[in-house]
């Protein structure tokens, strides 16, 4: 719903109650009140006011719908956010302050400014945003396929597909797949406006993987009624925290915004709550000095925003780099840690941490037919280098690598560095379990006394390990 006008250059008071509110907040608060009839109240809130307006993304809130349900079908209206009425909105209130069309006691302020009550405060005109309009921006793409219809590009993890509300000028129109898109392909689908020429379905900004793009608005439709009927299969590969219980299940949970944190979806009852179906299958295990953590393949029946992240996070296995869902940011040597047992050990050499800097999720797979042709495409992306080299790493000093070796892997020999570390991982998981490994004797050497007896390292007891093996393409019956 658009905002309603609002009463310009007429004066009113702030009430005492609103003394410690930022101006921003009291002015959405008081005037959809207003507006609604309601009293006009400034009760002071004991959060941190900055939480709801500090952040771009929750300027607004950003509803779709599509012809049936599927939420990635774009055919955007803005909505009011949560917390005000359909009649005022953050981002408008923030760009008459920007303007300087808010006066306080005669004198333009801050959004973050605090109010102390009893502040006379006039509104002088409406917002005038800048216009938005997406520009060609030579940027380079990964172009998987192509014909006179479609694209389908593997999209890398930073990139926003399309601008969004609430950002700076510079922000919304710069550095988006829509900008590049623009400068590759002459001519795109005007379905989605402007701002999201040939934008058929989205992926979030940290997930890379491949993406359809429509170069006209005929084939645009027919793949947006693909999405809708659920003809397009789509499987993504993820690692997730903990050690997943089954080889495969499924999560069958109706998806809504979060009503307390805009940015977040939930799967808690909240009205509105579109149907969300995700099945997933684990790929393999790793059991690391920084935790344990499972390679799933997800196949998505729905397109529901963050569905994904938000069903294994629902089941206690949030993506891995995934923070806004509980994921880890930064994993640490759990092993490491543990053995620096005071302040100056853990100075003297700090524990190992890895940083991944985005989410551990890959849209790997995707299968429809042809908008025109109606021919079978099937495409895959493999899994960027950088998730690759984090498996890597994560599985390098893995403390099972002394034992369950994955089926059919190759063995190699583990170097001087592994087996120590091997071994001192499982120490610790005997040592956790009660049951400590006696200290084996060289030939020749005295028996020490059981007080100063130790552990001693376990690499001799083999020296086959499973290798690192590459994520293998799901077979076609189970991709999505």
Known sequence: MADQPLDLNKEFLVPATAAGQR???????????????????????????ADEFDTAEESEVIEFHSIAEA???????????????????????????????????????????????GESIRITGEPHPAPLK???EDIP???????????????????MVHAGSGQTEDARNHGTLVNALLYRFNKLSATGGEMRPGIVHRLDKDTSGLIIVAKNDRAHAALGEMFSSRQVRKTYVALVQDAVEREK??????????????TRMTTKPVDNARTAVSHWEVDRRLNTRFGRFTLVRVRIETGRTHQIRVHMA??????????????????????AAQAATSRAARRNKAPERLVLGRNFLHAAHLEFPHPRTHKLITLEAPIPAELELYLKKLEALAPAALQGRRAGASDR??????????????????????????????????????SSAKTAPAGKRTSRVASVSKVKPAKKADRD
């Open 413 to 450: 020999s583990l170097s001087p560095a592994e087996a120590e570390a091997a071994a001192e991982a499982e120490a610790l998981a005997e040592a956790k379990a009660g049951q400590p490994k006696a200290a084996p004797v060289r030939k020749g050497a005295a028996r020490k006394s059981a």
């Open 314 to 335: 629902s089941i206690g296995h949030p993506v891995v780099g995934d923070t806004l869902y509980g994921g880890a940011g930064q994993l640490t040597d759990q092993i």
């Open 141 to 159: 793409l990964d172009v998987v396929y192509e014909d006179s219809d479609l694209a389908v590009i593997n999209k890398p993890a930073g990139m």
């Open 23 to 49: 101006l921003d907040k009291f002015l959405v608060e008081h005037l959809s009140r207003k507006q609604t009839g309601e009293p006009a109240v400034g009760a002071s809130d004991e959060s941190d006011p």
């Open 249 to 262: 299940g499924t999560v069958n949970a109706a998806i809504a915004r979060d009503p307390m944190r805009r």
């Open 71 to 117: 939420e990635d079908v774009l055919v955007a209206d803005v909505a009011s956010p949560s917390g005000s009425t359909p009649g005022v909105s953050r981002s408008r209130i923030q760009l008459l302050i920007d303007q300087g069309d808010v006066l306080v006691n005669g004198r333009a302020e801050k959004a973050s400014s605090k109010l102390r009550g």
């Open 134 to 136: 997406a520009i060609p």
